[in-house]
C-alpha cells in the first residue's frame, strides 16, 4: 500500500518556501515532517542515513523513494501529474522558459540574496560577529546586480517573469527576495517594477504564501502590507 508522499522543509528555507506553497497551489496531498535548522536537526547520522544523504531541505520521501533538491523534486511531481501545468508548463517551449529562469536563479539571485541575508542576519547570531560596513556594501552591490537583472530583464515586458501569469518561477524568486526582509532590506525601494510583481505573486499564491512566510514576517516585524 502506498504511504502519502513526506516533504521535509523548514519555513525559514527559501526553496522549502516556495515547494510549500507550490504543493499548497497544487492540492496535493503530503505529510508535512518539519524539520527545525535551527536546532541542527538535519545534521544526525540519522538524518543523514534516512532522510538526505546531503542533510539539507527540501527533500521528500515518495512511497520509499528518497529525493533532495527544489528543482529536481518539483520535475519529478510534475512528471506524475501531481503539479497543475498553469505553474509548470508541459508544452517543452514554455516549460523551457521556466527552465531558463530556474537554472539562471540559483547562481545568481539565490547565491546572492541568500549570501546577503547569512553574513547581515545570520551569522551574526550565530557568531555574535558583525559584518563591516564594506562587507556589507559588496554584498549589497552583488544582490542589487541580480535585481536590476529582474527588474529590466525579467519582468521588461510581462506581470510576471516568464509570461502573462504566475508560474513555479515566481514563487522561488519571490521567496529568495522575501528571505532579505529579515536583514533589513526592503527591496520596494529601489525596485517600482519588483514592488508590483511581488504583490501579484503574493496575491495570486494566498493564502498559502502569507502562511509560507509567517516566521519571515514576524522576524522581520514587517508584514506584507508594510508600509516604507
Ligand atoms: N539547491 C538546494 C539548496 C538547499 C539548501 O541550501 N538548503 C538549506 C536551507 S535553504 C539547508 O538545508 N541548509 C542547511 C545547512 O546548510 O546546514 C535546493 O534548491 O533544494
Not at 520521501?61 to 527544489?70: H, I, M, P, T, V
Not at 551574526?124 to 559588496?138: D, F
Request: positive net charge; aromatic residues 12%; hydrophobic residues 40%.
Amino acid at each position: 500500500m502506498s504511504s502519502p508522499l513526506r516533504f521535509y522543509y523548514d519555513l525559514m528555507s527559501q526553496p522549502s518556501r516556495a515547494l510549500l506553497i507550490i504543493f499548497r497551489l497544487s492540492g496535493m496531498q503530503f505529510e508535512d515532517c518539519i524539520v527545525a535548522l535551527r536546532n541542527g536537526e538535519h545534521l544526525t547520522e540519522e538524518f543523514k542515513q534516512n532522510i538526505n544523504r546531503f542533510q539539507r531541505v527540501p527533500c521528500i520521501n515518495d512511497n520509499g523513494y528518497k529525493l533532495a533538491e527544489s528543482v529536481a523534486i518539483l520535475r519529478y511531481l510534475s512528471a506524475k501529474g501531481k503539479i497543475p501545468e498553469q505553474l509548470y508548463p508541459k508544452y517543452f517551449v514554455d516549460q523551457a522558459r521556466v527552465d531558463e529562469f530556474l537554472e539562471w536563479q540559483h547562481i545568481t539571485l539565490r547565491v546572492t540574496c541568500a549570501l546577503y541575508f547569512r553574513t547581515i542576519w545570520l551569522e551574526p547570531l550565530l557568531t555574535g560577529r558583525t559584518p563591516t560596513e564594506a562587507k556589507i556594501e559588496t554584498l549589497r552591490m552583488h544582490m542589487e546586480r541580480n535585481l536590476d537583472i529582474i527588474e529590466e530583464v525579467w519582468l521588461a515586458k510581462s506581470e510576471f517573469l516568464t509570461g502573462p501569469a504566475l508560474t513555479v518561477a515566481d514563487i522561488f524568486a519571490a521567496c529568495e527576495i522575501e528571505q532579505t526582509r529579515m536583514a533589513d532590506y526592503d527591496v520596494r525601494i529601489k525596485y517600482p517594477k519588483i514592488r508590483a510583481w511581488l504583490k501579484r505573486v503574493r496575491h495570486s499564491c494566498n493564502p498559502h504564501y502569507d502562511a509560507a512566510h509567517s516566521f519571515v514576517y514576524k522576524i522581520s516585524g514587517t508584514g506584507p502590507q508594510a508600509k516604507l
